[in-house]
């Protein structure tokens, strides 16, 4: 069965980092971009970054340009996103998602989600 | 506000016809794939139509989807009161380099 399972929220203070991670199984993430998709409270979904499947290509929304790093770890099938100068519109629920790279234009599974809080 | 339009909501009564509209714009519409997702509240989104505008295995032939320009289109037949839920559409934006997700619509089976 093809899974993504995220990890790593939690409630962190505005300005500390966080970690969160995208563990795949049932499938090798080889081939497949990546992508992290959020959703504010009583908001839409948000696209906010995507890394390619040989990592050549890395794209971020704007709003997180210069404080979030996707990442990915192809041989131990795991996506990460290194979020950092926290801000309190960055709580969400973060999603990862997977986009076969033989078949692009679309969002093919979705993990979950990991909730991260930023408060005071 | 989202770069990709949709109507906040739709209803409609069981075993109707209901349509979800989805206005964009030549940067992401009209020049790139569009898809469709459904998202149950505590459950992960779900593709729902691809990029190439047809089904993924195991959704129903009740879902449809549609593109004409700058616009695209979900049609949800028969109504099932499993179906209420919040549907996006999503498409790739050449000016912005991102994917860009419209805001969602909430349907109601009344």
């Known amino acids: 069965e093809v899974q993504l399972v995220e990890s790593g929220g939690g409630l962190i203070r505005p300005g500390r980092s966080l970690r969160l991670s995208c563990a795949a199984s049932?499938?090798?993430?080889?081939?497949?971009?990546m992508h992290w998709v959020r959703q504010a409270p009583g908001k839409g979904l948000e696209w906010i970054a995507s890394i390619s499947s040989d990592h050549t290509a890395i794209f971020y929304i704007d709003s997180v340009k210069g404080r979030f790093t996707i990442s990915r770890d192809n041989a131990n099938n795991s996506l990460f996103l290194q979020m950092d100068s926290l801000r309190d519109e960055d709580t969400a629920m973060y999603y990862c998602?997977?986009?076969?790279?033989?078949?692009?234009?679309?969002?093919?599974?979705w993990g979950q989600g990991t909730l991260v809080t930023v408060s005071s | 506000q989202s770069v990709l339009t949709q109507p906040p909501s739709a209803s409609g009564a069981p075993g109707q016809r209901v349509t979800i509209s989805c206005s964009g714009s030549t940067s992401n519409i009209k020049s790139h794939a569009v898809s469709w997702y459904q998202h149950l509240p505590g459950a992960a989104p779900k593709l729902l139509i691809n990029g190439h505008l047809q089904r993924p295995s195991g959704v129903p032939d009740r879902f449809s989807g549609s593109k004409s320009g700058t616009s695209a289109s979900l049609a949800i037949s028969g109504l099932l009161s499993e179906d209420e839920a919040d549907y996006y559409c999503?498409?790739?934006?050449?000016?912005?380099?991102?994917?860009?997700f419209g805001g969602g619509t909430k349907l109601t089976v009344l």
């Open positions: 999503a498409s790739w934006d050449g000016s912005l380099n991102g994917w860009v």
């Open positions: 049932g499938f090798t993430l080889n081939g497949y971009n």
């Open positions: 998602a997977s986009e076969k790279g033989w078949d692009l234009g679309h969002f093919d599974s």
